[in-house]
T-cell receptor, first 112, second 115 residues
Framework: EDKVVQSPLSLVVHEGDTVTLNCSYEVTNFRSLLWYKQEKKAPTFLFMLTSSGIEKKSGRLSSILDKKELSSILNITATQTGDSAIYLCASDSGGGADGLTFGKGTHLIIQP | NAGVTQTPKFRILKIGQSMTLQCAQDMNHNYMYWYRQDPGMGLKLIYYSVGAGITDKGEVPNGYNVSRSTTEDFPLRLELAAPSQTSVYFC??????????????FGPGTRLTVT
């Protein structure tokens, strides 16, 4: 059974801090790892990392895939209150059902 | 484009009642999915469809049924509602080729309470 584990489950920091969110995966026939941001409603896509694209960056957010350690990190620099959300990590694999396997998420709170 | 739409947004059901959660997408995506999200948990796959007329079970299919008669629509049916089905339900869609991953686009969700 595919498994995705995120840590920490919750995190409170002050505005301007840098945070690192962790994701580890155990999946059959790994294809990609995706990061989503979930505010009050639907998850919105951030990054997709694959064997051919192990590093992605968009503004203050960046993500790296470590294929050897079967893990990924999501970095957010110079955090703002608008970064407060649940960050979900998900794996896409060739084993089992053809959908994403999600971790429980990291609930990030940015205090002013 | 409206993207992925879901109705209703909220619903309260009594135990044993049935209902259908509607989902539609206008992006001509071949794949569609239903997930449920319980508090403090990630999303779990209920059912998915690779195209019109083809559906398959996900991780937690018990108590649910789906159909996919058109590319656009993917309704989720609860036949005998139980308190364990209290959750937030998300529909998603993606364009997908064999062996490739593409991002999934999510609808706004349906919050269902069964009492």
């Amino acid at each position: 059974e595919d498994k995705v584990v995120q840590s920490p489950l919750s995190l409170v920091v002050h505005e301007g801090d840098t945070v690192t969110l962790n994701c580890s995966y155990e999946v059959t026939n790994f294809r990609s790892l995706l990061w989503y941001k979930q505010e009050k409603k639907a998850p919105t896509f951030l990054f997709m990392l694959t064997s051919s694209g192990i590093e992605k960056k968009s503004g203050r957010l960046s993500s790296i895939l470590d294929k050897k350690e079967l893990s990924s990190i999501l970095n957010i620099t110079a955090t703002q209150t608008g970064d407060s959300a649940i960050y979900l990590c998900a794996s896409d694999s060739g084993g089992g059902a053809d959908g994403l396997t999600f971790g429980k998420g990291t609930h990030l709170i940015i205090q002013p | 484009n409206a993207g992925v739409t879901q109705t209703p947004k909220f619903r309260i059901l009594k135990i044993g009642q049935s209902m259908t959660l509607q989902c539609a997408q206008d992006m001509n995506h071949n794949y569609m999915y239903w997930y449920r999200q319980d508090p403090g948990m990630g999303l779990k796959l209920i059912y998915y469809s690779v195209g019109a007329g083809i559906t398959d079970k996900g991780e937690v299919p018990n108590g649910y049924n789906v159909s996919r008669s058109t590319t656009e629509d993917f309704p989720l049916r609860l036949e005998l509602a139980a308190p364990s089905q209290t959750s937030v339900y998300f529909c998603a869609s993606s364009f997908r080729l064999a062996g490739m991953t593409y991002e999934q686009y999510f609808g706004p969700g349906t919050r269902l309470t069964v009492t």
